[in-house]
């Protein structure tokens, strides 16, 4: 036992210092700094694999989710082919000038040549692209109109109500899509926004809800909020016998019925009796046997957003 303790002593004397440790630590790291610095300044010629991005695409159609790679050959430095490795590996094609037959397309990369060299670092140079015509499938798509559906929450400051349902501006839109798809699409949504204490007429732009693989003329819509003060005022009116015979004679019980409306400050005083009509139907009484006659409006100014009747039903005297 006494014997490994002093081979670990003569182990730990044999370590350097930790000042020693430092000093080598930070000559290692110099060391590798200039090594690296030499090998990314350095020029190379290779072969470098991107993804394709289809840019111009036609209206109409839609490009397959395949993968499609781009074969190049480059020059550049050592830093830039390790930001091609690491990040810049897609690039972009157009389809302006791309040949389509029936579900195949054929675009010539090799025409593209400085479109493609742009998308590159400064100092790389294209040497090569591969291949020079690249083939890729595709579909027609079918159009369809469908409504818009805004995604909302909102609460009113008390006292306001809406003046007209929500609606988007436009309402509805032309989609184009595989058919299959756009059979099992029924209208689009809006993305989800909510606003709080509304007390006046607003607009918002919102976007629409993006679908995979369909393709939307616009991506925003205008929301329109139409909001008005509102308040009650009650009625008393007469109640009207509509399909009354002739030769009957009826009395209701009451012959008047309190009207209680909910409408826009702005034309609260405007609104007089007149501008009702309160009725029940004697044929209530020939075909459904009917013991009381229920009451409902006939006319009524179309600002009105709601009506509450009392009592809703009334009694009835036939009189010979």
Do not use: C
């Amino acid at each position: 036992m006494i014997n490994k303790g002093k081979e670990i002593e003569v182990f730990l004397e044999k370590l350097p210092s930790r000042g020693r440790l430092r000093f080598f630590l930070f000559f290692v790291l110099i060391s590798f700094f200039f090594w690296t610095s030499t090998k990314l300044s350095k020029t190379y010629t290779l072969e470098q694999s991107f993804s394709i991005n289809w840019n111009d695409i036609p209206e109409g159609i839609i490009i397959s989710d395949k993968e499609y790679k781009l074969n190049t050959s480059i020059k550049a430095s050592g830093i830039e082919v390790m930001f091609y490795r690491l990040f810049l590996n897609e690039l972009n094609i157009s389809l302006k000038e791309a040949k389509f037959s029936l579900n195949k397309g054929i675009v010539d990369t090799e025409r593209q040549h400085f479109f493609v060299e742009k998308q590159l670092f400064n100092n790389t140079i294209l040497n090569q692209i591969s291949p020079v015509s690249l083939e890729f499938e595709y579909s027609n798509l079918d159009k369809k109109i469908v409504p818009i559906i805004p995604k909302i929450k909102f609460s009113l400051r008390p006292g306001f109500l809406l003046d007209k349902p929500l609606l988007s501006i436009p309402d509805s839109i032309l989609i184009s899509g595989p058919k299959t798809l756009l059979d099992s699409i029924s209208n689009i949504e809006t993305q989800f926004f909510s606003y709080n204490d509304i007390f006046e007429p607003s607009s918002y732009m919102v976007k629409l809800k993006k679908i995979s693989k369909i393709q939307m003329p616009i991506d925003e819509v205008k929301i329109n909020l139409s909001v008005s003060r509102y308040s009650e005022k009650e009625f008393i009116l007469p109640i009207e016998i509509l399909n009354l015979p002739r030769n009957k004679r009826v009395k209701l019980f009451p012959p008047k019925a309190k009207v209680k409306v909910t409408l826009p400050i702005s034309i609260i005083s405007t609104v007089k009796d007149s501008d009702f009509s309160l009725v029940v139907d004697y044929n209530e009484i020939i075909y459904d046997k009917a013991r009381e006659l229920k009451l409902s409006i006939n006319k009524q100014p179309p600002a009105i957003k709601q009506i509450i009747l009392e009592p809703k039903k009334v009694n009835f005297l036939i009189r010979i």
